[in-house]
């Protein structure tokens, strides 16, 4: 039976765009780009290793009712310590922002303070501002000009005892600082925000440890 013309137009229509899509290739799927490893990307810039403590400190000087103060600041943990230029060994600090300060005398006792001696010191470097340490570019009065020993900076100064004079010494490390006062007396240290006492001889492995290369030494909270 023949088709009218109008049909059989259409059915030619028809086959011939049937014959077409049979003889183009196979368009293959396409492969979903590989998702980009963002998470690592940010953690190797945002959180870089720490090789030593001359990193995440910050130093300048101030000033306050007693005197002239070296305030030095862990720039990820907002440890401040503050070095009493005419305090022959004792210092205040503050064991991470917003915490209360405690004053430290040359003999490791500790009192309360209602503020750091020298706040404007102190605001300075919680703003960002301070400079790194320099061999030679910073005095701290009594307790020198401060040394890089292994990955550590160290403060010292001599004090009297009951035999004579003895060194005592500051530590600033990656995780926070470690003092350590003459023979007989307890030890005090920050570490990662946290404080606590120690014997001599627990702060100075603490210290030993300091010098250490763990993973875990990444880039913390400000």
């Known amino acids: ?8 137009f259409l059915e030619e229509q028809r086959k011939k765009k ?11 799927a396409a492969t979903p780009a590989a998702p980009l490893n963002t998470d690592a990307l940010i ?7 720490i090789s ?6 910050k130093f300048t000087e101030g000033s306050g009712a007693l005197g002239t103060y070296t305030v030095c600041r862990h720039s990820m943990q907002g440890t401040v310590v503050e070095l009493w230029h ?10 991470a922002s917003g915490a209360k300060v405690k004053y430290c005398s040359s003999y490791g006792s500790l009192q309360d303070e209602p503020k750091l001696c020298s706040p404007d010191a102190a605001e300075e470097l919680d703003g960002g501002g301070g400079s790194a ?10 307790w020198g000009s401060g040394e890089v020993r292994s990955k550590r900076l ?9 035999d ?4 005592i010494e500051l530590v600033l490390t990656r995780e926070g600082f470690v003092f350590v006062p003459a023979e007989g007396f307890k030890a005090v240290a920050v570490r990662n925000g946290e404080f606590m006492q120690l014997t001599r001889d627990e702060a100075k492995n603490m210290v030993k440890a300091a010098d250490a290369d763990p993973d875990s030494l990444m880039g913390g909270r400000s």
């Open 154 to 162: 160290v403060f010292g100064c001599t004090v009297k005892t009951r």
């Open 52 to 57: 030593k403590a001359s990193d995440v400190w």
């Open 164 to 167: 004579g004079s003895e060194k």
């Open 86 to 95: 005419e305090g022959s060994g004792s210092f205040s600090f503050r064991r």
């Open 43 to 49: 953690s190797s810039q945002e959180a870089p290793k």
């Open 133 to 142: 340490f320099r061999q030679g570019g910073l005095s701290a009065g009594g």
């Open 18 to 28: 049937a014959a077409e899509k049979a003889s183009k290739p196979a368009v293959p």
């Open 1 to 8: 039976t023949s088709l009218p013309p109008q049909m059989k």
